[in-house]
């Protein structure tokens, strides 16, 4: 089975305001453990986390083994103040803060750096990507600072521009990535970038009735396009589903995340093959230095 590359371990899947009153006083153990164990049932055994700022990843990896789970962990995001990022990590205003939140992942044993450069789609509206995107200077910076630590780097970007500049500038996997163009995929194929898509994060919305039918089949239209355009560029693939997110449950996440890629790729031979690969890719780089 493959394993979960994307996953926010302190969300339940349905209501996110609930999961943070669940955690905010102190992680709940056992709302911890039976995501587990939906892992464990579905035979996942290696989930890669996105971070929180309630510390949930960080009690998580103490129990993963008991799940014969490897688990890993930024322990939080880190996002520029005044941008996206708030819900899964702390925020920074210059350089030299965001130099002493890498150190502090150090000192909490984080596995990696998770850094937000833009926001997310924006699905009551057209699906456009909300906020403003950070400069390619200050993602450049931010990758170089967590490279030099020793830590690899899980970049949160969408948008065409965004996905390359964060490709070029270094950032080991992009996640999400929609709206990414050709140039973007061939950045990320010349620079051996892992992308995540999440794809069934709009999937599974389709047809709920929370958001536009119109807008959700438009992204995913373009969506499976994209993956499609960079199987063939030779973009490295993982599967990650975004596991917590609304109507992503842990463990079937992972399943739904498959049975996509198998719908927008599914007459292509090697295609476990090459996922597989990029998942190989995650789990040799994005470990504790």
Same mark, same amino acid.
């Given at each position: 089975m493959f394993g979960e590359n994307h996953a926010h371990i302190f969300m339940n899947a349905l209501d996110y305001h609930q999961a943070v009153k669940?955690?905010?006083?102190?992680?709940?153990?056992?709302?911890?453990?039976?995501?587990?164990?939906?892992?464990?049932?579905?035979?996942?055994?290696?989930?890669?986390d996105g971070g929180d700022y309630l510390h949930v990843?960080?009690?998580?990896?103490e129990i993963a083994p008991e799940y014969g789970i490897d688990y890993r962990t930024p322990v939080f995001?880190?996002?520029?103040?005044?941008?996206?990022g708030g819900i899964v990590g702390r925020g920074f205003d210059t350089m030299k803060e965001y130099a002493a939140l890498v150190k502090e992942v150090r000192?909490?044993?984080?596995?990696?750096?998770?850094?937000?450069?833009?926001?997310? /789609?924006?699905?009551?509206?057209?699906?456009? &990507? +909300?906020?403003?995107?950070?400069?390619? @200077?200050?993602? =450049?910076?931010?990758?170089?600072?967590?490279?030099?630590?020793?830590?690899?780097?899980?970049?949160?970007?969408?948008?065409?521009?965004?996905v390359k500049e964060a490709a070029a500038a270094g950032a080991d996997s992009i996640e999400h990535g929609n709206y990414a163009d050709?140039?973007?995929?061939?950045?990320?194929?010349? /620079?051996?970038?892992?992308?995540?898509?999440? &794809? +069934?994060?709009?999937?599974?919305?389709? @047809?709920?009735? =929370?958001?536009?039918?119109?807008?959700?089949?438009?992204?995913?239209?373009?969506?499976?396009?994209?993956?499609?355009?960079?199987?063939?560029?030779?973009?490295?693939?993982a599967l990650g589903s975004d596991a917590g997110a609304y109507l992503v449950p842990h463990g079937q996440g992972i399943l739904d995340e498959w049975a996509c890629f198998q719908e927008i790729l599914g007459d292509k031979a090697d295609l476990m093959e090459?996922?597989?690969?990029?998942e190989t890719l995650i789990q040799e780089k994005f470990r504790k230095v």
């Open positions: 669940d955690h905010e006083k102190t992680p709940d153990e056992g709302l911890i453990r039976a995501h587990f164990k939906a892992y464990q049932e579905k035979q996942v055994s290696f989930v890669r990843s960080y009690k998580a990896r995001a880190i996002h520029k103040n005044g941008h996206y000192k909490e044993g984080g596995d990696f750096i998770k850094i937000m450069t833009t926001g997310i /789609m924006d699905f009551d509206t057209d699906g456009s &990507i +909300t906020g403003t995107a950070l400069s390619f @200077g200050e993602v =450049r910076e931010m990758v170089h600072i967590a490279h030099e630590e020793g830590f690899c780097v899980m970049s949160h970007t969408n948008g065409a521009r965004a050709e140039e973007a995929l061939e950045i990320m194929a010349e /620079m051996g970038t892992v992308w995540v898509p999440t &794809i +069934t994060v709009v999937k599974n919305l389709i @047809g709920k009735g =929370r958001f536009s039918d119109q807008v959700l089949n438009q992204i995913w239209e373009k969506g499976k396009k994209n993956i499609r355009r960079g199987y063939e560029a030779g973009v490295n693939l090459r996922l597989l690969k990029g």
